[in-house]
Nanobody, 119 residues
Framework: QVQLVESGGGLVQAGGSLRLSCAAS????????MGWFRQAPGKERQFVAR????????AYADSVRGRFTVSRDIAKKTAYLQMNSLKPEDTAVYYC????????????WGQGTQVTVSS
């Protein structure tokens, strides 16, 4: 069974940095891309970034472009989200997701990791 496990969340001051990891387990894991999403209290989950596994092509939400960088290590089946210049409004639970069959049809989700940015 394929699982996605996030790590790297925590508490950081505004202007600081964190790097999130999303490791995929399972011998048969494959997906077109890996996406990062976040959900703040009382708000809907929103797209943050995504990376296509075989090309490395990336996309970002306007709110994080220039501050966040998504990358992947194919051999480790792990995606990363480097978050710099963090703002209090970046506070949320961050999730990674995989689209195994159809591009951007996110069918596998991690459990989430909390990111809290203090002002």
């Amino acid at each position: 069974q394929v699982q996605l496990v996030e790590s790297g969340g925590g508490l950081v001051q505004a202007g600081g940095s964190l790097r999130l990891s999303c490791a995929a387990s399972g011998r048969t894991f494959s997906s077109i891309s890996m996406g990062w999403f976040r959900q703040a209290p009382g708000k809907e989950r929103q797209f943050v970034a995504r990376i296509i596994w075989n090309t490395g092509s990336t996309a970002y939400a306007d709110s994080v472009r220039g501050r966040f960088t998504v990358s992947r290590d194919i051999a480790k089946k792990t995606a990363y989200l480097q978050m710099n210049s963090l703002k209090p409004e970046d506070t949320a639970v961050y999730y990674c997701a995989a689209d195994k069959f159809t591009y951007a049809d996110w069918d596998t989700w991690g459990q989430g990791t909390q990111v809290t940015v203090s002002s």
